[in-house]
């Protein structure tokens, strides 16, 4: 039940909620005509909305906040070969947007797990900014992201994102999309026979596995004499990992098929076959490292699935700093990247060499 309110009282999307009998989530899909819930729940959201005066509320909270906005934007470290191509990216969104008076602050973490991402997170103030941008390793970033936007704020995620939050926008690649090409690929390589091994990069284990989940069903749909094997990389020691997947090779003797779901798994498999000699292997990986590129040039590698970092920090800067200047909706059509695919014939248009001048 609604009951009157003093005018002074702040409408926020958790008040709507409580109201509601709801999720904060929920309110956010109804109220910015995201998908994910029914028509009824949304109509049910947008009378209360209207009910308790919420669009009269925000309006002079939003101007007031043009003026010199803030954006939180939280990424990893690690893999220091993907995340400093990120960092690249918010870097040159920082100085396209910093005439415009917007501010950055860059929140770094140092893998993308949830214990990881909670601890720089859960101490962010949502009264101290104005937007957030982040990477989503995992639910548990859901309490955070609900803080900011029960505070009214814009959420954005970037490269991982997650389900049943109130986030407005996901900035990046479809995950499982790439495990569809590489599967696709990989079919055609190993001329639609054979077995295929999916490397499950769990440094990175959420977007991982719905790349892996992404081959397994495509080619389970589309190519069934094709079998497909998982060998998973939850150690740290690179020999065992080396040896796990040359025992899977040696065990079963129609593989002729790699698909690596990260960069690091990458380049274990390539050296893997590098060092058994095994070229007939065709190897799809994942992202461009100088190592990645290496292992392309020199064929332990077919080709790279290539998820344009730069494109999606500096996208999340720029999204935001015209939202938050000039009101420009959050589309999703502005954020949704192509998976690219990268080999040895084009792999140059997207290996830049001096952002790894002092890569380690």
């Not at 992201?145 to 814009?154: D, K, M, Q, S, Y």
Request: hydrophobic letters at 40%.
């Amino acid at each position: 039940m609604t009951g009157a309110r003093d005018a002074s009282d702040k409408i926020t999307l958790k008040t709507i909620a409580d109201h509601v009998g709801t999720s904060v989530g929920t309110v956010d899909r109804a109220i910015n005509n995201r998908p994910g819930i029914s028509e009824d729940m949304r109509r049910a959201v947008l009378k209360i909305a209207e009910d308790l005066g919420y669009e009269a509320q925000r309006r002079p909270y939003t101007r007031r906040r043009k003026e010199a906005p803030r954006i939180a934007v939280a990424y990893p470290r690690q893999p220091d070969s993907f995340y400093r191509v990120m960092d690249a990216g918010v870097c040159a969104g920082e100085a396209k947007f910093a005439p415009q008076g917007v501010i950055v602050d860059k929140i770094r973490y140092h893998r993308p797990t949830p214990a990881d991402a909670m601890e720089s997170l859960s101490a962010l103030d949502p009264s101290a900014y104005d937007a957030l941008a982040l990477v989503a390793p995992g639910a548990e970033v859901n309490a955070t992201i609900e803080r900011f936007a029960t505070a009214g704020l814009p959420v954005v995620t970037v490269n991982s994102d997650t389900n049943c939050s109130a986030r407005q926008l996901f900035i990046g690649a479809d995950a499982k999309q790439s495990g569809c090409i590489a599967a696709e690929m990989l079919a055609l390589m190993t001329h639609r026979a054979g077995a295929i091994v999916g490397y499950l990069d769990l440094g990175q284990t959420a977007p991982g596995i719905v790349r892996f989940s992404g081959l397994d069903e495509y080619m389970r749909t589309n190519y069934p004499n094709i079998e497909v094997l998982s060998c998973i990389d939850d150690t740290s020691e690179d020999m065992e990992k080396s040896d796990r997947l040359a025992s899977i090779i040696s065990m079963t003797n129609a593989v002729n098929g790699v698909f690596c779901t990260g960069p690091s798994s990458t380049v274990i498999v390539a050296n893997t076959l590098k060092s058994l000699g095994r070229g007939d292997i065709a190897v799809v990986g994942y992202d461009i490292s100088p190592s990645t590129y290496a292992a392309v040039r020199e064929g332990w590698c077919h080709a790279l699935i290539y998820q344009d970092p730069f494109q999606q920090g500096y996208l999340a800067v720029k999204l935001l700093a015209n939202h938050l200047r000039h009101g420009a909706a959050l589309k999703a059509g502005d954020a949704s990247l192509e998976n690219l695919i990268v080999t040895r014939g084009n792999i140059d248009r997207y290996y830049d060499p001096g952002l790894f001048a002092d890569y380690k």
